[in-house]
Nanobody, 115 residues
Framework: ERQLVESGGGSVQPGGSLRLSCAAS????????MYWLRQAPGKGLEWISS????????YYKASVKGRFTISRDNAKNTVYLQLNSLKTEDTAMYYC????????RGQGTQVTVSS
């Protein structure tokens, strides 16, 4: 049973926006920190954002800070990642996970930024 299912990816032009969602099941979502990671073509998996269990504290990789926003709705068992001002270098498969290394990640959702 997949515990994390990402959605919301797509193809956008530079400067565009997307909102990613990650639906969680099979565990007590509200007690876990949640993470977003990404893997660009030919590169390793990298952490980009975290949110604590109640959503009061958020953390970002420097290259996305100010452009991406993580949030969560514990009533819906869902974590979000709002992507604004997208750049070509943001092109990657995006994953959510309940661990910072991404070992529990879902199947991912593809984000492609190109003109």
């Amino acid at each position: 049973e997949r515990q994390l299912v990402e959605s919301g990816g797509g193809s956008v032009q530079p400067g565009g926006s997307l909102r990613l969602s990650c639906a969680a099941s099979g565990f007590t979502f509200s007690t876990y920190w949640m993470y977003w990671l990404r893997q660009a073509p030919g590169k390793g998996l990298e952490w980009i954002s975290s949110i604590n269990d109640d959503g009061d504290n958020t953390y970002y990789k420097a290259s996305v800070k100010g452009r991406f926003t993580i949030s969560r709705d514990n009533a819906k068992n869902t974590v979000y990642l709002q992507l604004n001002s997208l750049k070509t270098e943001d092109t990657a498969m995006y994953y959510c996970a309940k661990d910072s290394k991404g070992g529990t990640r879902g199947q991912g959702t593809q984000v492609t930024v190109s003109s």
